[in-house]
RNA sequence: GGGAGUGUUCCCGAGCGGCCAAUGGGGGCAGACUGUAAAUCUGUUGUCUACGACUUCGAUGGUUCGAAUCCAUCCGCUCCCA
């Protein structure tokens, strides 16, 4: 259940209320898509650098090691033991990422498995029945995540798809919440707007998927190669039609710059592989920018990589410790820097939600929107 | 002491008369990455007054129109026989 506490212009401070505890928004969804943020950090982890939501995957987890085993094992909660919300992402993305191995019907979409090519089908039910499964807080509809740059007709006709999707996704979580054996009966369902970059779809999708009443709504689609004024441009013309009182979600969105231009916009929670998979490339954000720490500048730089970051990273070590953990190509290097650039993005966060609770958000977002995305 | 090899650009290692500034790895340097098939992928790596020029393949001298590639001597290393 949303609230929201309060409003400037068209961005929401607001807080997001489940069974598995609150979530003050503006937040960020940290990903780990097989249950495990990649770089080896555990639940605690997550819990030390003050991530909200944990975001796992459908299709990967149904794959390895297969929903009944997580089901078995009393499903992702106990599973991973993080206790906090954890949003499963349908598998609509990999219907997107793995078009090379797969074909989409009206029933659902045949994937060959991209681990031994065995022939997998996930239509909205299949989905869904996984994600009971899986016992997250939030399951996703399952939807097409369309190709950019699309045609106006290719992508028409997979909107009207996705929407009959949903309602199949409504009626199967309906039936799922209503059985016994379901591990959580009080899953929530968000619906996932689609569209690609023409406003009419998207609005027409928007009308559409808000009628169903679910409980929250994602704009889906985005940051898929499109220029990213494309992008502003649509979460701006899809706004105004979405629901005042659900939470709004823009999935796989982005960089800090992105995110102050959702937030602007009326967006409460973000997700993004960046933050994980950028430090682990040895790209770590900092409050002045974006550095590489893998560059030959910072040999004998006995600084932290952010000394006005107060994560256990830069609490703990200096940028030449931490290059040098890269090029020797030791695990801590990924470790080290995943739990500071997802620190980094919890903290923006929070950041934000305290200039939007004071009524500094415009002067934080003009300090900042350009500059975190900069490289130095 | 006798015999057989071998010496290549930061390293390993191809090349055995012109298409060689010299394959391929490694290492170095840099870049990309947006609901994660991603600890991955890409570029670059002799010098310069840079679509051309110059200096390199142990050293020196030679053969040739032309040599990293052939010859001689020397130096270093390796192996075998005594």
Redesign the pocket.
Known sequence: MYTLIKNIDTARRGEFSTIHGTVQTPAFMN?A?TAA??GGLSAQDLEDIRCQVM?C?TY?LHLRPGDDVVATMGGLHKFTNWKRPILT??G???V???A??RKIKEEGVYFAS?IDGHKIFMGPEESMQIQSHLASTIA?AF?E?VENPAEYSYSKNSCDRTTRWLKRCKAEMTRLNGLETTINNKQLLFG?NQGCCFDDLRIEHMKEIRELDLDGY?I??L??GEP?EEMYHVISAVEEYMPKDKIRYL?????PG?ILEGVKRGVDIF????P???A????INTWNGII?I????YLLDESPIDPECDCPVCRNYSKAYIRHLF?A?E?LA?RLSVIHNLYFYNNLMEKIRNSLDDGTFSVFYEKYVELLDT?I
């Open positions: 990903v898509t943020i990649k975001l995957n990967h992402d349908s609509g993305f990999q997107f990422s793995l090379k191995l991209h996703m939807d995540c996932i994602a889906g689609g940051a898929v990213k999935m796989g969105v982005g960089t992105n997700d993004c592989v960046m994980s998979r950028n682990r490339h040895g790209h590489n893998k560059n030959a500048k090029k190509e695990m990924l490289r």
